[in-house]
């Protein structure tokens, strides 16, 4: 069946070290997002896709980076330099305007 | 600053009776507002949602109120079950060069009590 398939659930870091995180589609949706949630607050918009090989910045987009070479995928690579990783990463996506679909995140940590 | 506000952390509520939901909002280029349900460890899952053009949406047992003239919405769950447990998020919508960009409010925690 159709969704959106993050792995791994759970990443642990060595500060100083990138991490890429995976998102996969098969619902044949353009657009796809990263999220970043820390406790108590809601999800904050790190990148964006409308389409492959294209992709924007969103609020927090400081120390990630991502590519779109496949309509399916979409990962993010949680750089060294972004100072406070530990979080929440959540990869979403949606066709046009219609609500957008989560994954089930990956809670990345910092060793 | 903080375009959406869900100003209720939680809200605990006896099964059966009516659960409210308010969230705020700033900025009136939004044009679509949904919220979204989230259990521990998995992704928010969609609820309902309501354009800018309407003042209520019904599914169900949940219905989303919006008051453009206050920016305020608000989610009511009746009757109230123990399975709606869990973490609601308000989320508004501009559209931002043809990408549909959502802006979530901190969430607030939703028990039902038996």
């Known amino acids: 069946d159709g969704g959106i398939t993050q792995s791994p659930k759970y990443l642990f870091r060595k500060e100083g070290q990138n991490v890429t995180l995976s998102c996969e589609q098969n619902?044949?949706?353009?657009?796809m997002y990263w999220y970043r949630q820390d406790p108590g607050q809601g999800l904050r918009l790190i990148y964006y896709?409308?389409?492959?090989?294209?992709?924007q910045k969103g609020d927090i987009a400081e120390g990630y980076s991502v590519s779109r070479e496949k309509k399916e995928s979409f990962p993010l690579t949680v750089t060294s330099a972004q100072k406070n990783p530990t979080a929440f990463y959540l990869c979403?996506?949606?066709?046009?305007?219609?609500?957008?679909?989560f994954g089930d995140g990956t809670r990345l940590s910092i060793l | 600053d903080q375009q959406v506000k869900q100003n209720s952390p939680s809200l605990s509520v006896q099964e059966g009776r009516i659960s409210i939901l308010n969230c705020d909002y700033t900025?009136?280029?939004?044009?679509?507002f949904l919220w979204y349900k989230k259990y521990p460890a998995e992704g928010p899952t969609f609820l309902i949602s309501i354009s800018s053009i309407k003042d209520k949406n019904e599914d169900g047992r949940f219905t989303v109120f919006l008051n453009k003239s206050a920016k305020h919405l608000s989610l009511h769950i009746v009757p109230s079950q123990p399975g709606d447990s869990a973490v609601y998020f308000c989320a508004a919508s501009a559209l931002v060069q043809g990408a549909q960009k959502l802006v979530f409010g901190q969430g607030t925690r939703l028990t039902i009590n038996p």
């Open positions: 900025n009136s280029m939004f044009d679509y």
């Open positions: 896709s409308q389409i492959v090989n294209d992709f």
């Open positions: 619902l044949n949706h353009d657009a």
């Open positions: 979403a996506s949606s066709r046009d305007v219609q609500p957008q679909h």
